[in-house]
């Protein structure tokens, strides 16, 4: 493929037919200039008034017009070489031009320092790919994705590609539904994960299996997370009963491309297996980002009969008292404090409890309400010193621990703790099989009911408190993302239903929902795990970047819609008819 790049001193003397876009003209004094760019860089290219015709159709080009221009390869004088570019030794000296297409003024300025507004940029998305920031990213991420694949394929697995009209299946998130139009009042569903595909793969006998395989789930977009589809590297390994198989396989991909591939440094060579109750008492949270410290550190039982209502109270009625020391946390302003209280506060907080230490004195509105066992306590436990500030939460345990969660993290944001060249990893273990669902108060499935409980059906049967079962479930989390979720599966019919039953799940529903993962099974299914990666997710923590569209050539913008292709869109009445379904929006 010719190149501009490829234009280089080794063509010298030799005729060329270079073809890119206007990235300036310049005229000067009789010559015209012009630095043509593809993808691969700039090069300069001379046109002289003696070449009449050539000279013409220079004088009429703006930037971003699409050209071809046939000359020689000349040497630069050594005064005006570029050393800045890899074609900065050469340039071309133009016999004749060709407009292969003209442009108009962009609306967008790709190559200005000062760069458009985010939805302005992805209204005009195929100008703002032209960007070398963007062309630099859609390759790493190709490269980022072959990695993978040679990963997968130098360790025997095979590329399935599984459906993407499916059926609707309880993963956690909302479905996108998809009429169909042969079955009136019947739906697919585009998969939230090939999960079970997956399974009925190590059913047919596939060893290993896996996909780079895309997602769809209508959830609210965040910085972190696309609206409606993500990619993802799936993978599943038959005959495998221990999670840790599936971890110790994986791990060393990671591990290589944060620090192969990234050219970053891992925090640790040994990855941890952190239980999600851990995660959850000392962090606050099942993706807690490693690169700091800021524990939350216990402390109900030093006010479990203290003079200070709040905190007595919070351990009295079965909550928690906990703190984080935040090193320099008392130079905070009045105002940066107000600003974290608002944080606390948006986690159910009903506000900001804390202590000071400056010049060898605790100063606090709280203080007095103190005994100095208690005040030593707390500086002990925290191992609080002069000019910190140590952050306390009473509530439930549940509260207390995400808002200090929270806290942390907002704390190591404002103090600069993360550093971007280090890479955290670890993995989370043993979540809970059931949770309680805070806004309906039911029980509901932790991560999705297809992972095998610990101790199988007797657990189920045997366990009075269904919160206390756990899931040989596991994430992976990168500098406090999670870029993994997996598990071991459940391959046994007699527990699937046992799992649902006890969430009051007929047996029929269990069969209409999972019929060929349950007839599956019945003929002989092998014990089998895995797990996937959130490739969007992961990438865009190995490149540094803090905004998920930045590393998606075409993403929806922050409210879920596509304005460049103005979509989602209103589709003919006579669509709707062929689809026997009616839309109820007055539009």
Known sequence: MRTLATQSIKQVGQTITAMGWVQSRRDHGGLIFIDLRDHTGLLQLVINPETAEAFKIAEELRDEFVIAATGTVAERDENLRNPHLETGGVEVK???????????????????????????????????????????????????????????????FVEVTTPILANSSPEGARDFLIPARLHPGKFYALPQAPQQFKQLLMVGGVPRYYQIAGCFRDEDPRADRCYGEFYQLDLEMSFIEDGEEVRSFIEPLIKNLVTDFAGKKLLSEDVPRIPYAEAMEKYGSDKPDLRFGMELVELSDVFKDSGFGVFKNAVAGGGAVKAICVKGGASLSRSQIDSFTDT??????????????????????????????????????????????????????????????????????????????????????????????????????????????????????????????????????????????????????????????????????????????????????????????????????????????????FPKNGSGLDVMMTSPSTVDPAQLKELSIASTNAE
């Open 94 to 156: 133009v016999s004749e031009i060709r407009i292969l297409n003209r442009a108009d003024t962009l609306p967008i300025q790709p190559f200005a320092e000062a760069q458009a507004n985010e939805e302005l940029r992805l209204r005009y998305r195929y100008l703002d790919l032209r960007r070398p920031k963007m062309q630099h990213m859609l390759k790493r991420r190709a490269d980022c994705i072959e990695y993978m694949r040679k990963y997968m394929q130098q360790n025997d």
């Open 344 to 553: 606390a506060k948006a986690e159910g907080a009903g506000g900001l409890a804390y202590l000071t230490y400056k010049d060898g004195e605790v100063q606090s509105p709280i203080a007095k309400f103190m005994n100095e066992v208690e005040l030593t306590e707390v500086k002990n436990r925290s191992q609080a010193e002069d000019g910190d500030a140590v952050f306390f939460g009473a509530d439930t345990r549940q509260v207390v621990n995400k808002v200090l969660g929270k806290l942390r993290n907002a704390f190591a944001e404002h103090f600069k703790l993360k550093d971007p060249s280090i890479i955290s990893l670890a993995w989370i273990v043993d979540f809970p099989f059931y949770e309680m669902d805070e806004k309906t108060g039911k029980i509901d499935f932790g991560h999705n009911p297809f992972s095998m409980p610990k101790g199988g059906l007797q657990t189920l049967e045997n366990t009075e408190d269904k919160l206390q079962i756990v899931a040989d479930q596991y994430d992976m989390v990168m500098n406090g993302y999670e870029i993994c979720s997996g598990g071991v599966r459940n391959h046994n019919p007699e527990v699937l239903y046992k799992v649902f039953g006890l969430l009051d799940f007929s047996p029929e529903y269990v069969e209409e929902k999972f019929g060929a993962m349950l007839n599956a099974f019945k003929y002989g299914a092998p014990p089998h795990a895995g797990c996937a990666y959130g490739i969007d997710r992961m990438f865009m923590e190995l490149m540094g970047e803090d905004n998920i569209r930045e590393i998606v050539a």
